[in-house]
Antibody, heavy 119, light 110 residues
Framework: QVQLVQSGAEVKKPGASVKVSCRTSGNTFTNYNIHWVRQAPGQGLEWMGIINPHGGSTGYAQKFQGRVSVTRDTSTSTVYMELSSLRSEDTAVYYCTREFPYSYCIGYWGQGTLVTVSS | QSALTQPASVSGSPGQSITISCTGT?????????VSWYQQYPGKAPKLMIY???NRPSGVSSRFSASKSGSTASLTISELQAEDEADYYC??????????FGTGTKVTVL
């Protein structure tokens, strides 16, 4: 059973950074890419970035280039997403997701982490 | 990368069929078969309904089907039920080695 367990809600001030963790279950951590997706209140889904846990290579949406960093710790099967220079528009639920077997499509979702940016 | 275009809302009566479109370009939907669809209830995480254009994961009702023609993908829900009322999003891989979601469609069961 695939499980993606994310860290808890965060409240940050504008200009600060936030780091969200995602611990994956099972012994297949390096086999599937992990994506990060966010959803602002009342808005749609927005793809942010991806990491290949095997080699650590990453890719980011142009909108977040230079402001987002996705890393992984293979010893704990955990992926991290750090977003810097936070502004109010970054208030959203951030989801960690994993690809579906034998596909490059997002198949499994974490429970989501609410990040609130407020002064 | 601009979001894929979906109708804001689609509605139908119980038992009817509805289709949701997802229009992109040759750089995303039209160029790759990594197109997926998600169902999302308010306050919940999305759920995978279709992957690789037309494949249903185990456990997803056969009332959900999908296809692609050119740069437009489509999700059809047949025999519409009250429980199908939710938001639906498409997603595609892109030529920039990134992914992009659709704008989302709210399905209402009348």
């Amino acid at each position: 059973q695939v499980q993606l367990v994310q860290s808890g809600a965060e409240v940050k001030k504008p200009g600060a950074s936030v780091k969200v963790s995602c611990r994956t279950s099972g012994n297949t951590f390096t086999n599937y890419n992990i994506h990060w997706v966010r959803q602002a209140p009342g808005q749609g889904l927005e793809w942010m970035g991806i990491i290949n846990p095997h080699g650590g290579s990453t890719g980011y949406a142009q909108k977040f280039q230079g402001r987002v960093s996705v890393t992984r710790d293979t010893s704990t099967s955990t992926v991290y997403m750090e977003l810097s220079s936070l502004r109010s528009e970054d208030t959203a639920v951030y989801y960690c997701t994993r690809e579906f077997p034998y596909s490059y499509c997002i198949g499994y979702w974490g429970q989501g982490t609410l990040v609130t940016v407020s002064s | 990368q601009s979001a894929l275009t979906q109708p804001a809302s689609v509605s139908g009566s119980p038992g009817q069929s509805i289709t949701i479109s997802c229009t992109g370009t040759s750089s995303d939907v039209g160029g790759y078969n990594h197109v997926s669809w998600y169902q999302q209830y308010p306050g919940k995480a999305p759920k995978l309904m279709i992957y690789d254009v037309s494949n249903r994961p185990s456990g997803v009702s056969s009332r959900f089907s999908a296809s692609k023609s050119g740069s437009t993908a489509s999700l059809t829900i047949s025999e519409l039920q009250a429980e199908d009322e939710a938001d639906y999003y498409c997603n595609s891989y892109t030529s920039s080695n990134t992914y992009v979601f659709g704008t989302g469609t709210k399905v209402t069961v009348l």
